[in-house]
């Protein structure tokens, strides 16, 4: 997949710099190849649901990027929405379906793209039975109009879903409380208990197929001199075990 693609149409309002994907976004496709190639976080989010797949459901997931998960929660699922606040990310994911059904007749799943905001999905009230954010909300305090959003667009008994970083556990995470060390765990962890939100720990892998893939990836996430200390550390590295956190709650 391409990542030169210009976009033509506009950001959607309010939309934050997400500095790793917007600027290299091919560079995201190998990190998400790269992680849980096991599909443990993925195993865990239909259990969550109390699901052994999609089926029937209509499924959003917000920040959907390149829309790398589409096509996969599109094998069961009833419909998919990918929400991309960045219109050359939208463009990006548009292209990956292309050819995929879009229709409510079609045999498997309806798959779209819309160029939105986690704080305004432009969905209808209460349509949505899964919705889905992969590192998008993170940093907890400041989504609250996307959590407001949630609350308007699920259904009665529809379940959210975020993945989200453990900085405190894990060798992924020792580097990322290195990168960032004003993030503080317990905090993010208070807020989302706040909003009555639950949360699981899981323990997966990040393996990459060449040193080169997981040098250009831990460039990409992490600052210079974190890098640099990683890469002397540690100078036949291509696999990290990676700590993430499930967050969820029912409507």
Do not use: K
């Amino acid at each position: 997949m391409s990542a030169d693609l210009d976009s033509t149409g506009s950001d959607a309002e309010g939309a934050l710099l997400s500095p790793n994907i917007w600027g290299s976004p091919q560079t995201y496709e190998t990190h998400n190849l790269a992680l849980d190639r096991s599909g443990i976080i993925d195993a865990a989010l239909l259990r969550l649901a109390g699901r052994s797949d999609w089926r029937g459901a209509t499924v959003v997931e917000l920040g959907c990027g390149t829309g790398f998960h589409l096509p996969r929660l599109a094998e069961t699922a009833r419909r998919v929405i990918g929400v991309e606040p960045h219109a050359p990310l939208a463009d990006l994911a548009r292209r990956r379906i292309a050819g995929m059904p879009s229709g409510p007749r079609s045999a498997t799943a309806a798959v779209t793209v819309v160029v939105a905001g986690a704080q305004d999905t432009g969905l209808a009230a209460a349509s949505v039975d899964v919705a889905i954010a992969r590192w998008a909300y993170f940093f907890g305090p400041g989504c609250e109009p996307g959590l407001a959003e949630l609350g308007r667009i699920m259904r009665p008994g529809g379940i959210a879903l975020v993945v989200d970083n453990d900085a405190t556990r894990s060798t992924f995470g020792s580097w990322f409380s290195a990168a960032w060390p004003d993030y503080d765990p317990s905090a993010v962890d208070r807020f989302w208990a706040r909003q009555g939100w639950q949360r699981e720990s899981l323990d997966v892998t990040w393996a990459f197929d060449s040193r080169e893939d997981f040098e250009a990836v831990l460039r990409w996430e992490f600052p210079p001199a974190v890098c640099t200390r990683i890469f002397a550390r540690e100078p036949e590295r291509t696999a990290v075990d990676y700590a993430v956190l499930l967050r969820w709650r029912r409507y």
